[in-house]
């Protein structure tokens, strides 16, 4: 789904960019002489004019504040044993502390956002991630339950900016057919954040106790927000809607006005076909392929494995991120070269085929925890693996189909979130009741069941765009 603004196309044909484009423009051609989406301006202040080293510079950036923001909230995952004994609660009730984090990481950036495409991107991105790193550190400190559920919260608020505002950032910065590649390095680093976690979270909390699980992430966050505060320029930019008009770098510029419609944005997008369907895919590929697997990895692994915290940090990480990093060497560019020619955004879903890993590797995973006397640790490493590497090609193929827009990526995120949120509290207890390789099973399931709509979308996805019940949100014609 393509937002359509001024000298862009909504949609990546060439006929609609010349009837769109602005009369006064040339026509800008990329290397294989194709027109660009979007057409750049003629200003040097246009991030998509700027030299490929700066905007691989705050792609970087980007990527590790949203990296840091789930890390901060993820390092304590192979701790929920030793954390619910700290406050006297069992391990499934510590891992509640992780669902107040998703919930409030999903919510506020429908608030956040609107008010980001007026004042720019940066002052979120530097407050937001200072939020998220004060309250790691208070979290380290708190002797109440209730003090460190709070301090998730305002954690959720904080890294949230990051992870809302990290799509739409890339899209100001690259031509669509670049994007594949570019928001594939972007979404490795939101995939393999809660897999990156428990890998040094297992130590710390071995070795320096379950406080440091929140302390140590702090610190790196407060070195990011020093480095971005100085080193990020702002890369929201107004362009002119009519010649009355001149484009602008600055934020607002006297052209753009804050209302109660701007809030409204992120739900209005929720009637596009081409973002609701992947968007209730992508929340099903994220919950079962990755959130599953550290919200039930301190269970499952003590209880069957008998491994201690450590181990329990590496076996949840390893074998996700290997995964990932396969998965994304598949994904990004891929997708791209997929565009090539007529560069319809439905071509990128045909790599979706590789996304069907995910139910496989659910159901790996499921049966051999049922089976585990038998099949031992590294059957169950490589169904985790297996899953992984469907979800990564699950998340790039959906972030560079669905995202032009800051309210998209609000509505994948929101939709992931609040539902990876609810896995905690059923995951393991449905399990318990039925056994885990039907649980697993039923998990699989409806992965692809929600993965079925996108085959009429990739076959009809162009005349759903172009119908008239599916009119172009026009909410911000000049970013």
Not at 95 to 108: G, K, N, Q, R
Not at 123 to 131: D, M, S
Not at 389 to 416: H, K
């Amino acid at each position: 789904m393509h937002v359509k603004s001024d000298g862009e196309t909504p949609m990546p044909m060439n006929a609609e960019l010349t009837e769109d484009r602005q009369s006064d423009q040339p026509l800008r051609l990329d290397k294989h002489g194709l027109p660009l989406v979007p057409q750049p301006s003629d200003s040097k202040e246009d991030p998509l004019n700027w030299p490929p080293l700066v905007k691989h510079g705050i792609l970087l950036q980007v990527s590790l504040l949203t990296l840091m923001g789930t890390i901060g909230a993820a390092t304590i995952n192979p701790a929920f044993v030793p954390l619910a004994a700290a406050f006297g609660i069992t391990p499934v009730q510590a891992s509640y502390e992780l669902t107040v984090w998703i919930v409030f990481a999903a919510v506020c950036p429908v608030f956040l956002v609107p008010l980001a495409n007026v004042h720019g991107r940066l002052p979120f991105y530097v407050l937001g991630n200072l939020l998220a790193a004060a309250t790691n550190l208070a979290a380290g400190h708190c002797d109440r339950w209730s003090a460190l559920l709070a301090t998730r919260a305002l954690n959720g608020v904080g890294a949230g900016c990051a992870a809302a505002l990290g799509p739409a950032t890339v899209c100001d910065l690259y031509f669509l057919h670049e994007r594949g590649l570019f928001m594939g390095v972007y979404t490795f680093c939101v995939t393999n954040a809660p897999h990156l976690a428990p890998l040094g979270g297992g130590f710390i909390a071995q070795n320096l106790g379950w406080r440091e699980c929140f302390k140590i992430p702090s610190y790196i966050q407060f070195g990011l927000v020093a480095i971005t505060f100085f080193c990020f320029p702002e890369t929201l930019y107004f362009r002119k809607v009519d010649d009355s008009q001149a484009e602008s770098k600055t934020p607002n510029g006297g052209r753009r006005k804050l209302s109660l419609s701007s809030f409204a944005a992120p739900f209005v997008m929720m009637r596009y076909l081409g973002i609701i369907l992947p968007a209730l895919y992508y929340m099903t590929a994220f919950a079962y392929g990755s959130l599953l697997f550290g919200a039930t990895g301190s269970v499952v692994f003590r209880g069957f494995y008998s491994f201690d915290t450590a181990q329990t940090g590496m076996i949840i990480s390893i074998p996700l991120v290997i995964g990932c990093l396969l998965g994304e060497c598949s994904a990004g560019w891929f997708t791209d070269w997929l565009q090539r020619g007529a560069r319809r955004p439905e071509s990128r879903l045909d790599a979706l085929w590789l996304a069907l890993l995910v139910p496989v590797g659910i159901i790996v995973q499921g049966v051999c925890i049922s089976h585990a006397e038998r099949t031992g640790w590294i059957a169950n490493a490589v169904g985790m693996a297996i899953a992984s590497f469907g979800l990564q090609v699950a998340g790039t193929v959906t972030y560079t189909y669905c995202t032009d827009a800051a309210e998209i990526s609000v509505v994948l995120t929101l939709f992931r979130h609040i539902y990876c949120g609810l896995v905690p509290f059923y995951a393991v207890p449905l399990a318990d009741r039925i056994q885990y390789q039907y649980a697993w099973l039923l998990f699989a399931c409806l992965n692809v069941a929600f993965l079925l709509p996108l085959v009429v979308l990739r076959l009809y996805g162009e005349q759903f765009r172009n119908s008239k019940w599916q009119p172009k949100p026009t909410f911000h014609p000049n970013i």
